[in-house]
């Protein structure tokens, strides 16, 4: 029942700066542990970042990305800071019962994805 709308992916340069947003309805928003997780052409899933009771960061975007979520808008957003070519993958909205789900590159809900490019 419950739907994630991804949307604010681009073509950016090296260095530069996006911010992501995941919409959700269908669901009690408060109540699910949510994160992002990216997948590049040939490549597997990776977790990116999660929110839900704390914060968890994959070490390849820590200090780099930010995670929050705003439970009056229902959305989720990740703000992307000084990009790379690497980070450069199709972002996924998820949602489950909790970040540890996440962190273990699981979830229970997806969005579509948004394409987010990083040009050198």
């Known amino acids: 029942q419950v739907q994630l709308v991804e949307s604010g992916g681009g073509l950016v340069r090296a260095g530069g700066s996006l911010r992501v947003s995941c919409v959700a309805s269908?669901?009690?928003?408060?109540?699910?542990?949510m994160g992002w997780f990216r997948q590049a052409p040939g490549k597997e899933r990776e977790f990116v970042a999660g929110?839900?009771?704390?914060?968890y960061y994959a070490d390849s975007v820590k200090g780099r990305f930010t995670i929050s979520r705003d439970n009056v808008k229902n959305t989720m957003y990740l703000q992307m800071n000084g990009l790379k070519p690497e980070d450069t993958a199709v972002y996924f909205c998820?949602?489950?019962?909790?970040?540890?789900?996440?962190?273990?590159?699981?979830?229970?809900?997806w969005g579509q994805g948004t394409q987010v490019t990083v040009s050198s």
């Open positions: 269908g669901g009690s928003f408060e109540d699910y542990a």
């Open positions: 998820a949602a489950t019962t909790s970040v540890w789900v996440l962190v273990r590159n699981e979830a229970d809900y």
């Open positions: 929110i839900g009771s704390v914060r």
